[in-house]
């Protein structure tokens, strides 16, 4: 099992920046593609950026490319989002999901992540 833990969300004005960090535990995931999700209430899940094992193959919601940064830390287990020129429609609370074995072509659906952490909000006013 893997218990994955969000930090970093607050409240920020249009034009700000946030990081947000998911440290894992229970088991390494270097091994593991991980992901960053966001969710407003009433709508689907939606993905925002992942990356693939070992830190290779990011890929990004066009919403979000040029502005956000997925990175991670094999070291310290640990997957990052470096959020700038955020927007108030950024708004949302942020999900961490993490896969053992996932194919390329489902890499973007949430239904393909086996761990969740528990969110971090993150809301940003005009």
């Known amino acids: 099992q893997v218990q994955l833990v969000e930090s970093g969300g607050g409240s920020v004005q249009a034009g700000g920046s946030l990081r947000l960090s998911c440290v894992a535990s229970?088991?390494?995931?270097?091994?593991?593609?991980m992901a960053w999700f966001r969710q407003v209430p009433g709508k689907e899940r939606e993905f925002v950026a992942v990356s693939r094992p070992s830190g290779g193959n990011l890929w990004y919601a066009d919403s979000v490319k040029g502005r956000f940064t997925i990175s991670r830390d094999n070291a310290k287990n640990t997957l990052y989002l470096q959020m700038n020129s955020l927007m108030p429609e950024d708004t949302a609370v942020y999900y961490c999901?993490?896969?053992?074995?996932?194919?390329?072509?489902?890499?973007?659906?949430?239904?393909?992540?086996?761990?969740w952490g528990q969110g971090t909000q993150v809301s940003v006013s005009s």
């Open positions: 229970g088991r390494t995931v270097s091994c593991y593609a």
């Open positions: 999901a993490a896969d053992p074995s996932i194919i390329q072509s489902s890499l973007k659906r949430s239904e393909a992540y086996a761990y």
